[in-house]
């Protein structure tokens, strides 16, 4: 396993391209990425049937769209959907300059974590980049977002912290919290590995509305009420885990904030929410 940085301030980029192929999660069809070094700051996506010669577009919160289940980028005549998982491992492990080569409208779930993508990090190494990093929002005093019963927050800290909260009526879940000052090292050990879950009453709707049809029991943790269909789990809180996951998949375009930021149940449009207000906070993104 590597040596990740000890936090979130260097500039890295990858050592090296490595690829991974999977299955969609929504549309269920095989789909590949390629990581690749890049001397520019932030990430930055090519389609893998453009010409050499195009320019990759630079990703940024202005395009993140609501959508059910996943977030999902704009990238003018075409979009980019599930990116979370992949961006929070990019971010997580902090590298700051990459550029990805996508073949389909969707990242490949993988095993539904970012353990993947974290494997796929480590085979590449890190290497310096040639450029700075782009800073982190600052802020100068608390943001709080709601979408109805679900709150998130982000109140001026030293680093980059997270509290996550999740309160289900199901037995397997129930209320669950957690709490990190996140570091790569931690991120990979502590997030990383936490899977995506769903319910079992909902699987059949979702398939009708042309939903998960990649999902199954290999990419996806499904609760059963007092139990689980798919154990055993990787933790004991691994849905509070995977919460966390989304929330830094999701924050990833604006960059992580000097604050701590806690949310309570969660959702990416919630997280989306905060990484509006936080956008308007850096210089680059304004």
């Known amino acids: 396993m590597a040596t990740w940085p000890a936090d979130y301030n260097g500039s890295w980029t990858l050592a090296s391209s490595v690829a991974r192929t999977g299955v969609g999660l929504h549309r269920g069809a095989s789909v590949s990425v390629t990581l690749r070094p890049s001397e520019r700051a932030g990430y930055h996506v090519r389609w893998a049937e453009a010409p050499a010669s195009s320019e990759p577009v630079t990703l940024s919160p202005a395009q993140v769209r609501d959508s059910q289940l996943c977030t999902t980028l704009d990238l003018g005549e075409r979009r980019l959907a599930t990116v979370e998982h992949l961006l929070a491992a990019l971010a997580g492990t902090g590298l700051s300059h990459v550029e990805l080569e996508v073949s389909g409208p969707e990242v490949p779930l993988l095993d539904g974590?970012?353990?993947?993508?974290?494997?796929?990090?480590?085979?590449?190494?890190?290497?310096?980049?040639a450029t700075s990093r782009r800073p982190g929002p600052r802020l100068t005093a608390?943001?709080?977002?709601?979408?109805?019963?679900?709150?998130?927050?982000?109140?001026p800290a030293e680093g980059f912290q997270v509290v996550g909260v999740i309160d289900f009526p199901?037995?397997?879940?129930?209320?669950?919290?957690?709490?990190?000052?996140?570091?790569?090292?931690?991120?990979?050990?502590?997030?990383?590995?936490?899977?995506?879950?769903?319910?079992?009453?909902?699987?059949?709707?979702?398939?009708?509305?042309?939903?998960?049809?990649?999902?199954?029991?290999?990419?996806?943790?499904?609760?059963?009420g007092e139990h689980w269909l798919n154990?055993?789990?990787?933790?004991v809180d691994e849905p509070v885990r995977h919460k966390l996951l989304d929330l830094i998949g999701d924050l990833a375009l604006v960059g992580f904030p000097q604050a701590q930021?806690?949310?309570?149940?969660?959702?990416?449009?919630?997280?989306?929410?905060?990484?509006?207000?936080?956008?308007?906070?850096?210089?680059f993104l304004r």
């Open 170 to 224: 199901q037995g397997a879940i129930g209320r669950q919290q957690l709490a990190i000052s996140l570091t790569p090292e931690r991120f990979v050990e502590e997030i990383a590995p936490a899977r995506t879950f769903g319910f079992r009453e909902q699987v059949d709707q979702l398939r009708a509305a042309g939903l998960i049809q990649g999902g199954g029991l290999d990419n996806a943790l499904v609760c059963d």
């Open 261 to 283: 930021v806690l949310v309570y149940r969660g959702s990416h449009g919630l997280h989306t929410d905060l990484a509006a207000a936080l956008a308007d906070l850096s210089p």
């Open 113 to 129: 974590s970012a353990l993947g993508w974290v494997e796929a990090i480590d085979a590449a190494g890190f290497a310096p980049a």
């Open 142 to 155: 608390p943001i709080t977002r709601h979408r109805g019963s679900s709150v998130i927050t982000a109140t």
């Open 231 to 235: 154990p055993p789990l990787r933790f």
